[in-house]
């Protein structure tokens, strides 16, 4: 009699294979870019997406436990700025009646006129706090303009306009049968949606 030694479980090289190489970071390398108008996204609304530089101007290398902190600080400044604005338009709607007549006091203040003190940094957690926000345009040119952008193409607001309104209209207006000579997806050669 012939003995077929048996095959090695597929089960059994897959844990093997877990518990052996794996990949560790040592340091982060950071690469900073000039601002520039951007031309490749579709903000929310208004013109003066932001972009940047096609090369970058700088590059640094930080240790991962520097980097985790050069995180955290950036992250509560930001906390803070935001924090700040809002506080600052809270104070603003105190100062109107019911925010429908400005006041001269409301429409004086400042930023600088929020204090540190006034803010609660402490009640709210550093890591829930979404950073990547959508700017209003005002500020997204005011970006541009202390980055050194002199000319901001205003044909783009346009055009970001035109693309907003076409993503609305997604697909054709075909109910239970596609019908090839009025369906919007069959006469651009896609399948009907």
């Keep these: 009699s012939f003995a077929v030694p048996a095959a090695p479980s597929i089960l059994r090289r897959s844990r093997a294979r ?14 900073y ?10 903000p929310s609304a208004g013109g003066s997406s932001l972009g940047m530089a096609p090369r970058h101007h700088r ?12 995180r955290q600080v950036s992250h509560r400044q930001h906390l803070r700025q935001h924090l700040r ?13 019911n925010g429908t007549v400005p006041s001269a006091e409301a429409a004086g203040l400042t930023l600088a006129d929020v204090s540190d003190d006034d803010l609660d940094v402490g009640q709210v957690e550093v890591g829930d706090y979404f950073y990547l ?12 303009r202390a980055s050194g952008v ?12 035109a693309l907003r309104l076409s993503r609305e209209q997604c ?7 596609c019908e090839p000579r009025t369906c919007a997806c069959s006469q651009a050669g896609i399948q009907c949606q």
């Design 18 to 31: 877990r518990g052996g190489k794996r990949v560790r970071f040592a340091q982060v390398t950071v690469y």
């Design 33 to 42: 870019f000039a601002r520039r108008q951007g031309f490749t996204c579709v």
């Design 59 to 70: 590059a640094r290398r930080y240790s991962l436990s520097q980097f985790a902190h050069l």
């Design 85 to 97: 604005r809002e506080k600052l338009r809270a104070r603003r709607r105190e100062l109107t009646q």
């Design 133 to 144: 926000q959508p700017l209003p345009t005002k500020r997204r040119r005011a970006l541009l």
């Design 150 to 161: 002199r000319r901001i193409d205003a044909e783009e607001r346009q055009e970001l306009r």
């Design 171 to 177: 697909g054709c207006l075909c109910r239970l049968t």
